[in-house]
């Protein structure tokens, strides 16, 4: 029989900031003002959600995918439930697995009350395609952009871009992963997705004591939240066998910036960033990551992922 292990990956500590310019990772814990963690190393007690693969119907060669843009009810923290917005559910949304050459086609609905857009965060796109302010979709609009894969395999992200309201968006929940592969990935990779393969998206938010989502505590570059969830929950945990698994981290904060580490000081291998695919493998202890950008980390133990923190250079 296996050894089951866990993996505790929500983000604890209170050491992590929002900035504007990024200096290297420190090796101490430390506070941030405004920032504070409602969960403790002792409660772990959620599995972690794994966003669903979104399915493609087939229409001759083109795979055609739709997303739904809604409002919803999630419950998030013990205080209560509280208003949310998702793509095909409440909060956040499925996982786009496209592979190269691929040719797609997205109807994206926007059930929301209000206008918004949908944009392909690090994908190659025609400029039609491409989801920023310039291509916005009003309540009660479809819009159905359509391209060709032309990138090599990488960890991306979907977000909306709408003039003005971009933060307010992706803070309410809108997002998800995409992932490209291609046929050169490494055979010795993790590559099940939800098994060894997970995707984490981190992001702080603030609630009142109802527990409903609130839009507070602006500090210059944008808004910091009070409590730390990886994929829309807090306190949540991956339980694996003794194996190497692969993280697919995304930092979906709208303003704050995570160094992250493993406990014990223990290395971990960068295997992708936000370019795709490294060389080799990099042996490290730390890593940044400020909001939107993505990094693949390779690990083979039993460990918490926490967040320290880091020398700002001010």
């Not at 972690?48 to 999630?74: C, F, K």
């Not at 984490?200 to 603030?206: C, H, N």
């Not at 808004?223 to 990886?230: C, D, R, V």
Request: net charge negative.
């Amino acid at each position: 029989m296996r050894r089951r292990q866990f993996l505790r990956v929500a983000v604890l500590s209170a050491g992590v900031w929002g900035v504007g310019s990024l200096a290297g990772c420190g090796s101490q814990e430390g506070s941030a003002s405004g920032s504070r963690s409602i969960t403790s190393a002792s409660e772990f007690s959620t599995a972690l959600p794994v966003p669903p693969l979104l399915e493609a119907a087939r229409n001759g060669d083109i795979s055609h995918y739709s997303m739904r843009l809604q409002a919803g009810t999630s419950s998030i923290v013990p205080a209560g439930p509280s208003t949310t917005w998702g793509i095909n559910g409440p909060f956040l949304g499925p996982t786009l697995r496209l592979k190269q050459g691929e040719k797609l086609r997205v109807d994206v609905k926007n059930d929301l009350p209000e206008t918004t857009s949908l944009h392909w965060h690090g994908m190659r796109v025609p400029a039609d395609a491409d989801g920023g302010p310039h291509s916005e979709i009003a309540p009660g609009e479809t819009w159905s952009p359509e391209w060709t894969v032309d990138q090599p395999a990488a960890t991306l992200w979907y977000h909306p871009h709408p003039h003005g309201k971009t933060e307010s968006h992706v803070y309410k929940g809108l997002g998800g992963f995409i992932i490209v592969d291609d046929t050169e990935e490494p055979t010795e990779f993790p590559h099940e997705y939800g098994v060894d393969d997970f995707p984490v998206i981190i992001q702080d938010k603030s609630f009142d004591e109802s527990g409903e989502l609130v839009e507070a505590n602006r500090a210059g570059v944008g808004m910091l939240g009070n409590t730390i969830l990886t994929n829309g929950t807090h306190g949540a945990h991956i339980e694996v066998g003794a194996q190497r698994i692969r993280l697919r981290l995304l930092n979906g904060s709208t303003a704050r910036t995570y160094c992250l580490g493993l406990t014990e000081d223990r290395t971990f291998e960068l295997i992708a960033t936000d370019g795709g695919r490294l060389a080799a493998p990099l042996q490290l202890d730390r890593i940044l990551l400020s909001p939107g950008e993505r990094a693949d980390l390779n690990e083979g133990d039993t460990v918490r992922l926490r967040s320290f923190a880091h020398d700002l250079g001010v």
